[in-house]
């Protein structure tokens, strides 16, 4: 009886690739990190240079745009944006100046940011100076960017406001919080809405709001809706300012009652328009109420061709607003 044959082992060509099967996870995860190495880069760049035609664009109108390269930051799945200091000049000589800013979103979702500013900006006045805006923290967020007014947040806490020699004083010298909302009108998103808040302003002395107020502390809110924000459009601020106006644009004030623990400041429901030259024309119904609820005194905010003022006090003239 012959033995039989021993199993014999396949040829090599025949056998499972035990190896190359055990490699192609590593494979896709390679090739995955390699895509999102390519998408980050990608990113960075339409984003360098989308800033750098909006600067471009806002030279072109007349702005002053100072704003350094920036530095990106956050791979692989967040993008950071640093600048060292931002400033901005309107032709109307209004002007601003951050501190170190950074924007911040998730990497996929590049329509949501969150921006947090440094060592607080510099507020420039065209008549008046500087007014330096010291804060403990300064943010702000950015989102729905393709609605007709993109849904901005911004938030300042432990505020300090401060003049330097020369400078006209500014009436608020400090604040506990600060917050200003914008969003497309909910009923006409041909319009957009904005709510500022103030809480529990200190006012500065000698200006004409302390003499007012004496030494209390004040609260105060602004709900307002800008009427054809749409149509704020232009070569230029000046210009897209006249061709609002011309259409009818006009700024409607709801009314507003701030919580505060001292001087509340409200507004009642009001319409402020504007003339060709950019200067206001209208009443905002201000009143300051007491913490027990009870009105105290009626300031209304009267703007016209002869200038700007609160109750019996002039206040100078209607700020030109474009």
Not at 164 to 187: C, K, M, N, V
Not at 201 to 222: C, E, F, I, N, Y
Request: glycine fraction near 10%; aromatic fraction near 6%.
């Amino acid at each position: 009886m012959s033995e039989p044959d021993p199993i014999s082992k396949p040829p090599s060509s025949a056998r499972p690739a035990h190896g190359l099967a055990r490699l192609w996870p590593l494979g896709l995860l390679l090739v995955a990190g390699l895509a999102l190495c390519v998408g980050w880069w990608v990113a960075t760049v339409r984003i360098g240079e989308g800033l750098r035609a909006e600067a471009a664009a806002l030279r072109a109108q007349g702005y002053q745009v100072d704003m350094p390269e920036p530095r990106f930051s956050g791979f692989p799945y967040r993008m950071k944006i640093t600048f060292p200091e931002l400033g901005i000049t309107a032709p109307s000589g209004w002007a601003v100046r951050l501190g170190e800013t950074e924007a911040e979103a998730v990497l996929f979702d590049l329509g949501h940011w969150v921006f947090a500013v440094d060592n607080g900006l510099t507020l420039t006045r065209p008549e008046g100076g500087d007014v330096r805006i010291g804060a403990a923290r300064l943010r702000a967020s950015l989102t729905a960017l393709s609605a007709p007014t993109p849904r901005l947040a911004i938030e300042g806490v432990d505020l300090v406001l401060t003049t330097p020699p020369g400078a006209r004083p500014f009436s608020l010298s400090r604040a506990d919080r600060i917050e200003i909302y914008t969003r497309t009108d909910a009923r006409d998103p041909t319009s957009a809405e904005a709510l500022i808040r103030l809480d529990n302003g200190a006012l500065t002395p000698g200006t004409v709001a302390a003499t007012l107020l004496k030494d209390h502390r004040v609260s105060a809110a602004l709900s307002l809706r800008m009427i054809r924000r749409d149509a704020l459009k232009g070569a230029s601020w000046s210009a897209a300012g006249r061709n609002w106006q011309a259409v009818g644009g006009r700024l409607e004030i709801d009314p507003t009652t701030p919580p505060g623990p001292d001087l509340r400041l409200a507004a009642a429901a009001g319409t402020v328009r504007f003339l060709s030259d950019g200067r206001p024309i209208g009443t905002l119904p201000l009143s300051l109420t007491a913490p027990d609820g009870s009105r105290m005194v009626e300031l209304p905010l009267v703007l016209d061709a002869e200038g700007a003022r609160l109750g019996p006090v002039r206040l100078g003239p209607s700020p030109r607003l474009f």
